[in-house]
């Protein structure tokens, strides 16, 4: 059955029906009526099935005199009348499949000012409610930018590109290309794309750009200051000795900072190769914990860890590993004020691997939890730190993704901060 809009079916309906009345009217006037009544009833027949959407199409007897030739001529126009509409139906369902696919945001407005198509991305991004269609665009879109731009376009005037964030979600940016249509009428085509991730990309490569600088300058400044009052002053032994071991400790940040980057650039391109083999969880975690213990103890804090039985052995990689836990170590190690405590515990939950580090500093606001891995970024927004680079927590969840597995932060009920570190047991 094919889906014929119904002025066509009453033309056709019509046409071949007024070819049979005709054909009734001069057979019962022959001789022969009764004879060829049983055509003229074929003829109805396979007018009423087209009229009802029926085109599949029967072999009847027209005969071979006027009416038969008539009853042929407008079979043969509505067959391809049909073959037509079933080619524009399947390229309507294409079409139809096409933009719902899309994540671009598509409206066609007609002449009218009408709503005539609008696929699911525009309906989502525009917040428009099932029933838009055939509604004035004007009352359907809420953002006056929008508006303007297909207005212009209905006149017949050049529009630009949009960018716009839409109103009832500002944490959206769009870029909106409205088009006019000419061909059948004029019209206007919408095109909204979401460039929210290219916009935030964007802004973490700058930030990345200028804290890489910071990194960078305050070391190099340091060394190239000291390296100066060396040549002012080179017979002071003291001071050179002194001045030596500060520009040593520069340049090992630098070094540190360098290696730190070339890390991220290596698991951004997927290039870190993961070698799984058994590794020892309780002497893993007792060296790290041993490394620390003297900066801890210079800071009067208690450094604790726990590695349940059971979570004792765990097929990973192990260096991937020591990296994430020294990571997490260090960074609770150096948030942590004076007289804290940090713990580490490792354990079996929900048949997954799971080891934490918690610490009793000031823990993370509300608003910095989402983004603590993110690179540079700094929950006190100041430029002074403890010590690192600042790129470790990223460099813990990329490591983590690495071996399939996921890394959380929570502020613990009592203060403090809790990361937490899930694995698969394989």
């Not at 959206?172 to 006019?180: G, I, M």
Request: proline share 4%.
């Amino acid at each position: 059955m094919i889906d014929i809009p119904p002025v066509l079916l009453f033309v056709l309906a019509f046409g071949v029906g007024a070819v049979a009345a005709l054909g009734v009217q001069a057979l019962w006037q022959s001789s022969a009526a009764g004879q060829q009544r049983e055509r003229v009833l074929a003829i109805l027949s396979v007018a009423r099935r087209y009229a009802l959407g029926d085109l599949s199409r029967p072999a009847p007897d027209y005969g071979d005199d006027d009416v038969g030739s008539v009853a042929r001529g407008m079979d043969h126009a509505v067959q391809e009348l049909g073959r037509r509409i079933d080619s524009l139906s399947r390229d309507r369902a294409r079409m139809e499949a096409i933009l719902a696919s899309m994540s671009e945001g598509v409206l066609v407005v007609n002449e009218q000012g009408l709503l005539q198509l609008v696929n699911d991305a525009a309906r989502r991004i525009l917040k428009l409610e099932k029933g838009s269609i055939d509604r004035s665009y004007v009352e359907a879109i809420r953002h006056p930018g929008i508006v303007e731009h297909i207005a212009r376009a209905l006149a017949g005037h050049e529009t630009g590109p949009l960018e716009l964030s839409v109103t009832r979600d500002t944490t959206l940016t769009l870029v909106a290309q409205v088009a006019p249509v000419v061909a059948a009428g004029r019209g206007a085509v919408l095109v909204m794309h979401d460039i929210t991730d290219l916009r935030k990309a964007d802004l973490i490569r700058r930030d990345f750009v200028a804290n890489v600088s910071h990194e960078l300058r305050t070391p190099l400044t340091a060394i190239k200051g000291y390296a100066e009052a060396l040549l002012d002053d080179p017979e002071d032994d003291e001071a050179r000795r002194r001045f030596l071991e500060i520009i040593h400790r520069h340049a090992t940040r630098m070094e540190r900072l360098v290696k730190d980057l070339l890390r991220l650039a290596r698991l951004d391109a997927g290039q870190e190769t993961v070698e799984l083999a058994p590794c020892d969880i309780d002497g893993l975690v007792e060296g790290i914990v041993s490394d620390f213990e003297p900066i801890a103890q210079e800071k009067h804090q208690t450094l604790d860890a726990q590695v349940a039985p059971e979570a004792a052995l765990l097929v990973t990689d192990a260096a991937k590993l020591h990296d994430v836990l020294r990571n997490l170590v260090e960074n609770a190690v150096n948030y942590t004020p004076d007289g804290g405590a940090v713990e580490v515990r490792a354990r079996i939950a929900g048949g997954r691997f799971q080891i934490s580090v918690a610490d009793t500093g000031h823990g993370i606001a509300p608003d910095d939890l989402a983004r603590v891995f993110e690179r540079f970024y700094r929950v006190d927004k100041s430029r002074a730190r403890p010590g690192g680079t600042g790129l470790g927590l990223s460099i813990v969840k990329h490591l983590v993704q690495v071996l399939d597995g996921e890394v959380i932060v929570e502020n613990e009920p009592g203060g403090g901060a809790l990361f937490t570190v899930t694995l698969p047991l394989r």
